[in-house]
């Protein structure tokens, strides 16, 4: 199975955007679903958003619609999370998940594999 690495993570003031991206290695990426996942001090690990193989469906939480966006690169083994006017709320430990289920899975449980994850605070 591949091995995933996130990268990009940063202190930013509230407002910013921030990319974070993921790197493959050692498996084959595009046969892997994508998804990302975020956990704040205290509390559980939540859904960020997914996207497909191809790259041509995504699912996001509700309450990041418009400000998030995944994409992904097959060719580069990388997927990506460009995130948008942040919030302090935002801040969190962010983690890239792969998945070999059939749909856009929201579950951590669906996931077969994990990032170590890369730390994102925004500050008021």
Known sequence: QVHLVDS??????????LTLSCEASGGTFSSYVMGWFRQAPGKEREFVGAI????????????LKGRFTISRDNAENTVRLQMNSLKPEDTAVYYCAGSTWWTLPR????????GQGTQVTVSS
């Open 8 to 17: 990009g993570g940063g202190l930013v003031q509230a407002g910013a955007s």
């Open 107 to 114: 579950d951590t449980i669906r996931y077969n594999v994990w």
């Open 52 to 63: 497909s193989r191809s790259g041509g469906d995504t699912a996001y939480a509700e309450s």
